[in-house]
């Protein structure tokens, strides 16, 4: 089973996004809280990360880079409700292999997974 880590700061969007993701059959680690998440990053492995751009603490980008420093090969998912921000910037050079805009439709967030992750979309 594929691990996934989420994370954002708003509690409800995090719930939502990782019974999503449960429910395709992925164990997730779902953390509200971003520098938890860089701790975590440093003790454990994950086969994809899922972070929200904008949040208190350490924001997405500082996830993303994060992750790729310890395992390069970790794909990493940015999302954020301010992605027209960042269109055409170069995120690939920050660690970031996507960037999804919120709010993230159910079968649009597990197709980009499912590809990243290079599993079989149903």
Do not use: C
Request: overall charge negative.
């Amino acid at each position: 089973m594929r691990h996934v880590l989420l994370v954002d700061d708003d509690e409800f969007v995090l719930e939502v996004i990782r019974d999503m993701l449960e429910m395709a059959g992925y164990r997730v680690t779902a953390l509200h809280d971003s520098t938890e998440a860089l701790k975590l990053i440093k003790k454990e492995s994950f086969d994809l990360v899922l972070t929200d751009l904008r949040m208190p603490g350490a924001n997405g980008l500082v996830i993303a880079k994060a992750t790729s420093e310890r395992q390069p090969h970790i794909p990493v998912i940015l999302f954020s409700g301010w992605a027209a921000d960042h269109d055409g910037k170069d995120l690939a050079g920050k660690g970031v292999d996507l960037l999804l805009a919120k709010p993230i439709a159910m079968d649009a967030l597990l197709k980009s997974v499912a590809n990243l992750l290079l599993d079989e979309v149903e």
